[in-house]
Nanobody
């Protein structure tokens, strides 16, 4: 079992920044692929960014490339999502997920979510 706890969401004006954190615990969680997903009202959950357990080969959705950065601190079993130049369309509940293989919307381990609201 892997437990994930997100933090760092909130209300920010367009153009501002937030940093989300996801603390992982449980057996071999440090060897898991990790990702950030988001779900806006009335929309399907979508991937935002993903990072391998080694920290290599980060992936970003086109909508956030150049604005968001995913990173992980393996010593702390924590994954971060630095979000800059936020836009109102970034408003959503953001979820952290973990998977021993490739993290996706079908992954087994999820956090409870943290709300990000960007005002125009």
């Amino acid at each position: 079992q892997v437990q994930l706890v997100e933090s760092g969401g909130g209300l920010v004006q367009a153009g501002g920044s937030l940093r989300l954190s996801c603390a992982a615990s449980g057996r071999t969680s440090s060897r898991y692929d990790m990702g950030w997903f988001r779900q806006a009202p009335g929309k399907e959950r979508e991937i935002v960014a993903r990072i391998m357990w080694s920290g290599a080969s980060p992936f970003y959705a086109d909508s956030v490339k150049g604005r968001f950065t995913i990173s992980r601190d393996s010593g702390k079993n924590t994954v971060y999502l630095q979000m800059n130049r936020l836009k109102p369309e970034d408003t959503a509940v953001y979820y952290c997920a973990a998977d021993p293989m490739l993290v996706s919307t079908h992954s087994a381990y999820w956090g409870q979510g943290t709300q990000v609201t960007v005002s125009s």
